[in-house]
């Protein structure tokens, strides 16, 4: 076996898991331009509510991610209504209610679930590519399919739909799309059910990949917002090439120069994008 | 006339209350500060939430036990607990809350040396004794600072590890990944010179930051570099994904042993079979106790699974042992008729020797405790079994374990 397929296995799996956690912050924050700060307590709600359902019923995977996905969605549209009363500055008011909602979560997670670290491990089976002679664990290639299925289907909502047409122009303008008579408040509402949605998946993911903890939320917004930054605001089908670029990034990081260097060469390579493409690595140029 | 007997009686009632305001008010003091006021500082929210509330539901259990018993010297203590957020600036104002506006007598808990160093300080630069409750760095205990106590070493953990690694397991290729915390780098670099000593190998060593989500391209280095036996410097939570990840790729190893997390029922129960043939260290188990103290042992776990309705562990023991050496100090002090200062109770900390569960406990002219010593358990059929040194095993190693 080359050396470098597990290497890049590794990279692609765990890119795929970090365009997953991001999704969901990055439709919002696109859309709704609300910067929602509680991104990450919302993953973890859907993870504890994915190791409740694992851990007490048995629930089979597929349905824990079906379950989160529609449970998480009843979350993310009260949040809408609450964040549209907001006054100006928007960005900024909705920066300190969220913080506030992550610190109300984080407590709430305390006093339900304890301070224990809590881990979802349902038995996944190895996945053998004899031509390659590489085997893999099925949860690392489940990430990866589930990824792209996810980024495609967002996609083509955004580029063959009406309703994708619409987002599309409240992301890239939203006063000029409420000229043309875009509802915009409506268009909230569909992006923070759509976050909702790709939060609740990102859950049994989190819960599976890491561990939960009521702080853990923390990671999980820094790696959207992280995973933003690379990909660019808005720019959907760039979350998984900036995830990917991310993994790719640590993994080879971590085999060339070791475990110590992962953070170091990642947060180098953020100040390079943010420097050189600031608008992200997008490969068209901006119109 | 009268009214003249009824106004010098509201007069009268009017200089009985302000009287008994008067005695109140000197009094409820003089009752305050008979109280001995103890201040903690641990994590309890946070990264590090899980091992700082168990530290602290120690530390609380000593105190209402000694409470239970009448006080320390007959005189009721008061523990007045703080919430560092795992964080090292809030731990500092934290330690300068409890030393200046709530004037405690000493100070206990903590855990890992980023946030036990900062409160050492406090402690030093006000002279408030402080026992620490689980920190490791060398540095911490050895910059001669009379005020500063704690309860484990790190000899204690690297010596025994080492002996079982080279004596019974006999591996000669070792490879290490620890977290990038001061405590744990130290611990490295004394087990690779501990083993080095010993004619073994560090092959492979690496450190991470705490909370890494993929362990996996580091194991995939493991089989070239013909490791036999991998030690983590990780805690109990990177342990998790460590050791899922280390079963998803069987890799030959001889052993996998974590001082830090893994002898831990919680552990068992989260991680289920494949803990099976783990090795871990510890210092106290509810089953695991030093010879002569098991009845001392067997009244805590009682006791405390009567208050808390769970079962206590060693980070739970290292918070009681800590604030149990605490009082022992007060105690003598206020015994010896002395003033409770923070130099008499830090020259009592230094002359005690007592008689716990989890060590005998006596601290040597660093502050660090001179007889902490672990043992080194295996995960076999879901429990932890003892099985170094020899003189306190209660089974043996299975191989066939290890190796899976």
Known sequence: MWVGTPVIFTGLSLGSF???????????????????????????????????????FQVPFVFILLICSLVLVWVTIPLNYLLRRLPEPYGLNTLIVTLGLALLLQNLFLAWFSADYRLMTPAWPMVNVPWLNFSF?????????????????????????????????????????QMAGINVQRLSLA???????????????????????????????????????????????????????????????????????????????????????????SLKKEG | MKPNISLAGVWLRKIACLLALFILGTTLPLA?????????????????????????????????????????????VELISRDDQSKPEVAVNQAQDLIFRQKVTGLVGGYVDSLVGPISQQAARNRVPYVASASLQQSIAGNKNPYFFRVSRLEGVVEPLCRFLTQTLKTRRVAILHA?????????????????????????????????????????????????????????????????????????????????????????????????GLFGACAWDPG?????????SQAFVAGFRKKFRKEPNTTTMH???????????????????????????????AHLDLQLPMERLAFDAHGDPRYYQQVIVQIQKQRLVVVYPPERARGRVDFSLAAR
């Open chain 1, 18 to 56: 970090y365009a997953l956690i991001a999704l969901g912050f990055s439709l919002i924050l696109g859309i709704a331009r609300a910067f929602n700060l509680a991104h990450g307590e919302m993953i973890l709600l859907s993870g504890y509510l994915a190791f409740v359902l694992w851990h007490y």
């Open chain 1, 137 to 177: 664990p099925l949860h690392q290639g489940v990430l990866i399919v589930l990824a792209l299925l996810v980024t495609g289907a967002v996609h083509l909502l955004l580029q063959g739909t009406f309703l994708g047409k619409a987002l599309r122009a409240t992301i890239q303008d939203r006063e000029a799309a």
């Open chain 1, 191 to 281: 992006a923070f059910g759509l976050g909702g949605l790709l939060i609740g998946l990102a859950g049994p993911l989190f819960a599976q990949n890491m561990y939960l903890y009521p702080a853990a939320g923390v990671e999980a917004t820094m790696i959207a917002i992280v995973v933003t930054i690379f990909a660019g605001l808005g720019r959907i089908r760039n979350i998984l090439l900036g995830g990917w670029l991310l993994g790719l990034t640590q993994s080879a990081t971590i085999f060339a120069l070791g475990s110590r260097w992962r953070e170091l060469v990642s947060a180098v390579l953020l100040l390079l994008l943010l420097y050189f493409r600031p608008q992200g690595f």
């Open chain 2, 32 to 76: 305050a500060a008979e109280k001995i006021r103890l201040g903690e500082i641990d994590p309890l929210s946070g990264h590090l939430a899980k091992p700082g509330q168990e530290i602290h539901q120690g530390i609380l259990y000593a105190v209402e036990e000694a409470n239970a018993r009448g006080g320390v010297a007959g005189r009721p």
């Open chain 2, 180 to 276: 990038a915390t001061p405590g744990s780098s130290e611990f490295s670099d004394s087990v690779q010179a501990h083993l080095r000593q010993a004619g073994s190998e560090v092959v492979l060593e690496d450190k991470f930051r705490p909370g890494s989500p993929d362990f996996s391209v580091f194991l995939l280095k493991l089989p070239p570099a013909r490791v036999e036996a991998l030690i983590s410097g990780g805690f109990y939570a990177d342990n998790l994904i460590l050791v899922r990840q280390l079963r998803e790729r069987p890799l030959g190893l001889k052993a996998f042993i974590a001082p830090w997390g893994v002898a831990y029922q919680s552990f068992i129960d989260e991680v289920g079979p494949a803990s099976e």
């Open chain 2, 288 to 296: 695991i106790t030093r010879p002569g103290t098991e009845k001392a």
């Open chain 2, 319 to 349: 918070g009681y042992t800590s604030a149990r050496a605490l009082l022992a100090a007060i105690e003598q002090v206020l015994q010896g008729a002395g003033q409770l200062t923070g130099e008499a109770v830090s020259r009592a900390l």
